[in-house]
């Protein structure tokens, strides 16, 4: 058990028989009444972001999850395989089950799959993954001044807004978090 007076980002919870990942807190400390603990979770079975508030001093139970590194081989129909590096088990995962992850995913790619208690709650991306530009209008000389960006589409199928001076064919360094534009390989 632990406190929620302990929470911080990150940290992985079981409340109401579900397993959730600690996104942001705030401890509160109302001028009248008793303090409080105002948290926004995420659970690693739906992937549904829910606010919830504690008192402060409450015990939850605390979730252990594996992270083993695996190796995304490739998709067939709806499922998509991972494989371990170390014992070569191959594990397969729902496309609806990933749909977020499968816009920076591709073949060979390394990635940390959530495991708890056998269940195969999901796949963590790295912080940044490295993706080439199949498509973008070419930029126009002298467009660089204003500091505008373009869309242009990658690999994988995301479209995010560029700067002018990205081209067809450059790679890319993209944000996992919010799929933003990072900078060129």
Known sequence: MISVNDF?????????????????????KPGKGAAFVRSKLRNLRTGAVQEKTFRAGEKVAKAQIDNRRMQYLYASGDQHIFMDNESYEQIELPASAIEYELKFLKENMEVQ?????????????PNTV?????DTEPGIKGDTASGGTKPATLETGLTVNVPFFVNQGDRLIINTTDSSYVSRA
């Open 130 to 134: 490295e993706l080439e530009v199949t």
């Open 113 to 125: 799959i959530m495991m708890y208690q056998g269940e195969t709650l999901g796949v963590e991306l």
């Open 8 to 28: 911080r980002t990150g940290l992985t919870i079981e409340v109401d028989n579900s397993i959730w990942r600690v996104m942001d807190f705030q401890h509160v």
